[in-house]
């Protein structure tokens, strides 16, 4: 299988408007990797033929999807898969709309398919209680643009070529995925991963996707989250996202959802992927475009 990184930012994209720290000046300037989009990645069977006809899932809406379809030349969504309702996983609802609807139709606007969604139960409990989220989803399952499927933990689904499982991380509104095509396993745990202690039966994959976490300092020293920050309790640290990597020990590990506020630079993560501790895990960081080929060499 491959998994595409569609957008490899975390809330904080790169650049950000009316920002010129160094890390959104070069963005600006350069392009290519130092530009960061909303994250979502993309998963391909191998087995499903040439692309870009190959069926294919993807996991998460953030709010540029349409325009990282575009980027990355993905020419069709089989399937959609909901990690957490957070507004940088879920802005982007309105792709069904762009997808499905046949604006010209004989009698007036009305889908060409109709696109399932899969959605573990406190997700969608989450969506409930979130932005309106699910009164966007019942909207547009009405217009038939896409049908809810609800996810208990562990229940196994098949679609696009790929057969996944969808499981409860520490925090309960964060949902890791396992996806397996054949004997070639990932786990994708793509946010908020703090207090996670994976299963065992997720351990040994042949891909990791995990979050990149907080950095309190950047690679200068110099202290970039004030004292008392409040996600420093509530959300996972770079140390921490290497601790579940450790007991993940898949043969690769991607960290991804990178943060602007991290003040790095793509040299500076591919210089950091090169430390022992990163090379012990075979870990690197994703960047806008990386396509990883599950189970093939790097
Ligand atoms: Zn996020
Ligand atoms: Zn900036």
């Not at 609800?150 to 696009?160: D, I, K, Y």
Request: overall charge negative; hydrophobic content about 40%.
């Amino acid at each position: 299988m491959e998994v595409l990184f569609l957008g490899s930012s975390g809330a904080t994209l790169t650049p950000r408007v009316g920002c010129s720290c160094r890390i959104c000046a070069r963005a600006r300037e350069r392009g290519g990797r130092d530009v960061r989009s909303g994250p979502s990645l993309y998963l391909t069977a191998s087995s499903g033929g040439p692309s870009p006809d190959r069926p294919g899932i993807l996991v998460d809406t953030p709010e540029e999807i349409h325009a990282a379809l575009l980027r990355w030349r993905v020419e069709r969504v089989d399937a959609v898969i909901y990690t957490h309702w957070h507004p940088d996983h879920t802005a982007g609802m309105r792709l069904f709309e762009h997808l499905n609807m046949d604006w010209l139709a004989e009698g007036g606007p009305r889908p060409h398919r109709t696109t399932p969604v899969y959605v573990p139960e406190r997700v969608l409990q989450d969506f409930q209680a979130h932005h309106g989220l699910m009164e966007k989803l019942l909207y547009l399952e009405g217009r038939e643009l896409l049908k809810i499927h609800v996810l208990q933990a562990g229940q196994e689904f098949s679609v696009a070529g790929l057969t996944l499982r969808a499981f409860p991380m520490a925090n309960p509104e964060l949902w890791t995925y396992e996806v397996r095509e054949g004997a070639r396993r990932a786990v994708l745990a793509v946010d908020d991963t703090q207090g996670y202690v994976p299963e065992e039966f997720l351990a040994e994959a042949d891909l990791a996707v995990l979050e990149t976490g907080w950095f309190e300092r950047g690679p200068d020293g110099r202290r970039l989250l004030p004292e008392g920050w409040p996600s420093l309790e509530l959300e996972a640290s770079f140390e921490e996202s290497l601790r579940i990597a450790s007991r993940l020990r898949a043969r690769r590990t991607v960290f991804t959802h990178i943060e602007e506020i991290n003040q790095r630079t793509p040299e500076e993560y591919d210089k950091l992927a090169r430390s022992p501790e990163l090379s012990a895990l075979r870990g690197s960081f994703a960047y806008d475009g990386l396509r990883i080929r599950v189970g093939e060499e790097a």
